[in-house]
């Protein structure tokens, strides 16, 4: 079982941004002096409830300030991304890193950014599969030529090229974010494993992983491949003494930045959106992810492995909103939970 962290640099209520980047790349060195396997790294833009718009850039920083933390992006969003940057940025910290660089990708949502950044609506809703296989093309060839719907050039080479990096790995890892049988699909059908959200549970994931493998084997993915594919659940975390002290201390700071962040976003289009209940969604992963004590913390993990197949975790840790606090969780769920998960 592998566990790392999920880091959104947060900005809670009466924080600045500074504070909430600061605390960010702090948890990650921390994560990495506790043993954790990997850190995710967020990425939002105009909200307060994530203030890293970059994930790769702050994927470079975290990699030159750690030697053997996986660091990876929970996600790029590509609708918003030329695929060629993002893969010439991939290949950069693949090679530069000796290969501890995860490229995580996923469709965002509707929001303004696609306005900001001028891909427009339809990058979203239709323009994701394109963006995906440009991406993938440019990870695994020599040279690259497009004539899609969005992205129309003449053949270029691919400089650098992933399978320069002088280890054993050809090339950065490539994660998908799914949220929708569609997406499920998507990266089924390119052997492509998922990230699946700290909203749903043990159930509608261990689905999602059935529906995975059951698409890879239709579209003629290799046995072994099906079998080993590293989903990752993304979770919450939050270790004390006792799980009343550990659930406290989400429910006191978290529904604050939830409503503030949540209700930040803006649709490009005008449509309607559903905001959840702060405190009622606090209490829901809660419920759901390691929220507690040590011993309950590895349980609940161990659980969520064998009723989904998922061995791999990405875990918010800084839910409480505080750097000290934050810190100590991390170290606690070093020192005191992986020991229990072998």
């Given at each position: 079982?592998?566990?790392?962290?999920f880091v959104l640099a947060a900005r809670f209520p009466g924080q600045g941004?500074?504070?909430?980047?600061?605390?960010?790349?702090?948890?990650?060195?921390?994560?990495?002096?506790?043993?954790?396997?990997?850190?995710?790294?967020?990425?939002?833009?105009?909200?307060?409830?994530?203030?890293?718009?970059?994930?790769?850039?702050?994927?470079?920083?975290?990699?030159?300030?750690?030697?053997?933390?996986?660091?990876?992006?929970?996600?790029?969003?590509?609708?918003?991304?030329?695929?060629?940057?993002?893969?010439?940025?991939?290949?950069?910290?693949?090679?530069?890193?000796?290969?501890?660089?995860?490229?995580?990708?996923?469709?965002?949502?509707?929001?303004?950014?696609?306005?900001?950044?001028?891909?427009?609506?339809?990058?979203?809703?239709?323009?994701?599969?394109?963006?995906?296989?440009?991406?993938?093309?440019?990870?695994?060839?020599?040279?690259?030529?497009?004539?899609?719907?969005?992205?129309?050039?003449?053949?270029?080479?691919?400089?650098?090229?992933?399978?320069?990096?002088?280890?054993?790995?050809?090339?950065?890892?490539?994660?998908?974010?799914?949220?929708?049988p569609r997406s499920v699909r998507l990266a089924a059908e390119r052997g492509?494993?998922?990230?699946?959200?700290?909203?749903?549970?043990?159930?509608?994931?261990?689905?999602?992983?059935?529906?995975?493998?059951?698409?890879?084997?239709?579209?003629?993915?290799?046995?072994?491949?099906?079998?080993?594919?590293?989903?990752?659940?993304?979770?919450?975390?939050?270790?004390?003494?006792?799980?009343?002290?550990?659930?406290?201390?989400?429910?006191?700071?978290?529904?604050?930045?939830?409503?503030?962040?949540?209700?930040?976003?803006?649709?490009?289009?005008?449509?309607?959106?559903?905001?959840?209940?702060?405190?009622?969604?606090?209490?829901?992963?809660?419920?759901?992810?390691?929220?507690?004590?040590?011993?309950?913390?590895?349980?609940?993990?161990?659980?969520?492995?064998?009723?989904?197949?998922?061995?791999?975790?990405?875990?918010?840790?800084?839910?409480?909103?505080?750097?000290?606090?934050?810190?100590?969780?991390?170290?606690?769920?070093?020192?005191?939970?992986?020991?229990?998960?072998?």
């Amino acid at each position: 079982m592998r566990v790392g962290s999920f880091v959104l640099a947060a900005r809670f209520p009466g924080q600045g941004d500074g504070e909430a980047l600061h605390r960010a790349v702090r948890s990650a060195e921390v994560a990495e002096e506790a043993g954790l396997d990997s850190v995710w790294l967020a990425e939002h833009h105009f909200v307060p409830y994530g203030t890293c718009p970059s994930a790769i850039t702050l994927a470079a920083l975290l990699l030159g300030r750690t030697s053997s933390l996986r660091v990876g992006t929970a996600v790029t969003v590509l609708p918003t991304a030329h695929p060629v940057s993002v893969g010439e940025q991939a290949a950069l910290l693949h090679i530069a890193s000796g290969g501890r660089f995860s490229l995580g990708v996923g469709r965002g949502g509707p929001w303004v950014d696609l306005e900001v950044f001028g891909s427009g609506l339809e990058a979203y809703e239709e323009g994701f599969p394109e963006s995906l296989d440009l991406l993938l093309r440019w990870l695994r060839e020599p040279s690259v030529a497009a004539s899609g719907e969005r992205f129309d050039f003449r053949e270029v080479p691919v400089v650098p090229r992933p399978s320069e990096c002088l280890t054993d790995v050809e090339g950065p890892e490539v994660v998908v974010a799914c949220t929708s049988p569609r997406s499920v699909r998507l990266a089924a059908e390119r052997g492509l494993p998922m990230l699946l959200g700290m909203h749903v549970g043990d159930e509608e994931k261990a689905e999602m992983v059935a529906l995975w493998r059951e698409h890879a084997r239709a579209a003629g993915r290799p046995a072994d491949e099906i079998r080993g594919a590293a989903h990752v659940s993304a979770g919450i975390c939050q270790i004390a003494d006792r799980r009343t002290d550990a659930v406290e201390a989400l429910t006191k700071a978290m529904p604050g930045w939830l409503r503030q962040g949540l209700e930040a976003h803006v649709t490009v289009d005008g449509r309607h959106r559903a905001m959840r209940d702060p405190l009622a969604y606090t209490e829901l992963l809660c419920g759901l992810h390691p929220v507690g004590t040590p011993r309950l913390a590895a349980d609940r993990l161990a659980a969520t492995s064998e009723r989904t197949g998922i061995s791999r975790f990405a875990l918010l840790v800084e839910g409480s909103g505080d750097l000290a606090a934050t810190e100590e969780n991390v170290r606690r769920l070093g020192a005191e939970v992986l020991p229990h998960l072998g």
